[in-house]
């Protein structure tokens, strides 16, 4: 079965590094994806990795995957305030119908001064 | 980068009533597009997956003679809440893709208010 879980709720100051992590069940995901949702708008597709890598960075963001585990985490250095908002991962599985996504609960993140 | 655009941004309307929400690609051609729900302070529910040029897939629970889903082109899936009810009040956010299990992108959502 499908099941993504993330914590729900992550206060850093700025300037630090946030770390939110997201566990996952189906062993059969071809990519896993972090999203970014700020207050009544859309998704915001942050990063994403193919499930044979280990590790892809892009600029502030560093994404860390456990295959082994089906952990997935997502480093953001430097944090700011902009960055407050809810962080979503989230597994892709082929199906007929293309890649169907299954998201995680979602992690507040609050940055504060 | 691929745009997808989603309208309107939100709309109140009266029980009884029916209400079309339109998700477009901007930039590319999707022959799936994906329709999610969110209530508030909840993760993505994945209501269906529209295929341009045939029915819709529906996932379980989910009512196809009440979210009827037409996807007439390639760049085009609306999704109709007939008599809308209260609890249908909620975020509907539209989805596609450039080419099969390539990431997805997202619309800006539409939210939804029933009288």
């Known amino acids: 079965g499908e099941d993504v879980e993330q914590s729900l709720f992550l206060s850093v100051r700025e300037g630090d590094s946030s770390v939110i992590n997201c566990t996952y069940t189906?062993?059969?995901?071809?990519?896993l994806y972090w999203y970014k949702q700020e207050p009544g708008a859309g998704l915001q597709l942050l990063t994403y990795?193919?499930?044979?890598?280990d590790m892809k960075q892009d600029q502030r963001l560093t994404v860390l995957l456990n295959k082994k585990d089906k952990h997935l985490s997502l480093r953001i250095a430097d944090t700011q305030t902009g960055d407050s908002a809810i962080y979503f991962c989230?597994?892709?599985?082929?199906?007929?119908?293309?890649?169907?996504?299954?998201f995680g609960t979602g992690t507040q993140l609050k940055v504060e001064l | 980068g691929a745009v997808v655009s989603q309208h309107p941004s939100w709309v109140i309307c009266k029980s009884g009533t029916s209400v079309k929400i339109e998700c477009r690609s901007l930039?590319?051609?999707?022959?799936?597009m994906f329709w999610y729900r969110q209530f508030p302070k909840q993760s993505l529910m994945l209501m269906a997956t529209?295929?341009?040029?045939?029915?819709?897939?529906?996932e379980q629970g989910v009512e196809k003679d009440k979210f009827l889903i037409n996807h007439a082109s390639l760049t085009l899936s609306t999704l109709t809440v007939t008599s809308a009810h209260p609890e249908d009040s909620s975020f509907y956010i539209c989805?596609?893709?450039?080419?099969?299990?390539?990431?997805?992108?997202f619309g800006n959502g539409t939210r939804l208010t029933v009288t």
């Open positions: 989805s596609a893709s450039r080419v099969r299990n390539s990431p997805l992108h």
């Open positions: 189906d062993s059969s995901s071809t990519y």
């Open positions: 990795i193919f499930s044979n890598m």
């Open positions: 989230a597994e892709s599985i082929d199906s007929r119908g293309g890649n169907k996504l299954t």
């Open positions: 930039d590319f051609q999707a022959t799936t």
């Open positions: 529209s295929n341009e040029g045939s029915k819709a897939t529906y």
